[in-house]
DNA sequence: TAGATTGTTAATCGATTAACAATC
DNA sequence: TAGATTGTTAATCGATTAACAATC
């Protein structure tokens, strides 16, 4: 299966559509319209037409899509459906708040195991998940040959962390420290920022307080 | 003072600015260019300047800006300097996990209390915040102003809880719930939607794959 | 057939990039 | 003064929107 390329701009926007034909799961009919998700949503609906037509051929004029196939085509696409594996690196607060998390295979990720530098938290468990000496991550990085890392610690080790990962054959980096990390070429580093939320929210409650 | 207004785009670039400036706090240079930030985190040079020029008029040609001064100006733009207050609404694992995050200050977000259904959750403490029970929800709202509201309870009540964050008078909404919200116009919902981040993640993979 | 919906082609809009003038 | 940096104006690029043809 050839893997489609859409724009950063579609890809951001086929996750809301696979979770909100997820809550009409129940609904009386069996398709769905681009037309209904772009109302229902608040949305353009050429973007949402261009959208799913970039990534699926079943819909039919007139008729729309058959929920469950978009639904199921969705899910193919954004991964879903094949569980990629990770390590996560940091075992503090945000650490062990993810690794307890239990929506992650829902979405396709699989944490395999966490690492910590501080000998406390190593050898310990957090829910299901192993938490292991710093130590021991290049080893099992190569054996299970897992792709993503996920940073968790201080900002301050985080180059240093994401170095070794990048070195243990990680390829894709999800980053939860509020730093900028130095990659080579073809590794992938998605900051996960809350920083940016919360500056959009109060940037919104600025200006229509200024403009009251 | 009043509120300059900047692309979205730019908003999101703007806290990479302030947290790499904060790292560099310890230097030698009192001075700091657009030029010498782009080379950094590997950004278009024109991009930074437009962006700081945006919020600043203190870049002086040649010298660049006083880094403190610009570390200032991006802080007080950002609303870091003065925080607003917020509450949380489902104290589960990840709203637990954000009433003991105590980095929010520092970004100017202050929660002042929790909420709950959950009779065996309320009137406990995560942290130095109560979780009280939703009735006192619209009466402390009203109370104290509060204009944010985070959503952390399981998608299906979301909507609900949303409603009534409005009704309380609530003006910003982080919504860590990961379904659409339906709100009036002049209320803004922030989708801090982690799905979204996985299939970016997970789209890199695959076409890096499929192409080596 | 008529109408609703898809998907495509063209036009608009906004952001990024490039070139350059202004300034210390 | 010369050179580095800012900030602006124009050109390019890409995404969104609008108009329309195709189809069931």
């Not at 949402?48 to 008729?63: C, E, F, N, Q, Y």
Request: hydrophobic share 40%.
């Amino acid at each position: 299966m050839p893997s489609r390329c859409v724009s950063k701009q579609t890809l951001q926007r086929l996750p809301t559509y696979l979770s909100f034909l997820r809550t009409r799961s129940g609904e009386a009919s069996k398709y769905v319209s681009a037309t209904a998700i772009a109302d229902a949503l608040g949305m353009n609906q050429v973007v949402v037409r261009k959208d799913l037509a970039s990534i699926s051929t079943s819909g039919r004029p007139k008729v729309g899509y058959v929920r469950e196939d978009l639904i199921q085509e969705l899910e193919r696409f954004l991964g879903y459906d094949n569980a990629d594996d990770a390590i996560l690196v940091g075992a503090g607060k945000l650490g062990r708040a993810l690794l307890s998390f239990d929506g992650f295979p829902q979405y396709g990720l699989n944490i395999l195991a966490a690492f910590d530098t501080d000998p406390a938290a190593a050898n310990t468990r957090v829910g299901d998940k192993m938490v292991l000496p710093l130590e021991k991550l290049p080893d099992l990085c190569r054996r299970t040959k897992v792709r993503i890392g996920i940073i968790t610690v201080p900002g301050e080790h985080a180059q240093q962390v994401c170095d070794l990962l990048i070195q243990s054959g990680i390829l894709a980096i999800w980053n939860f420290a509020n730093v900028h990390l130095e990659v080579p070429p073809g590794i992938l580093v998605q900051n996960e920022n809350m920083a940016v939320s919360l500056a959009i929210l109060s940037n919104h409650l600025k200006e229509r307080f200024s403009t009251k």
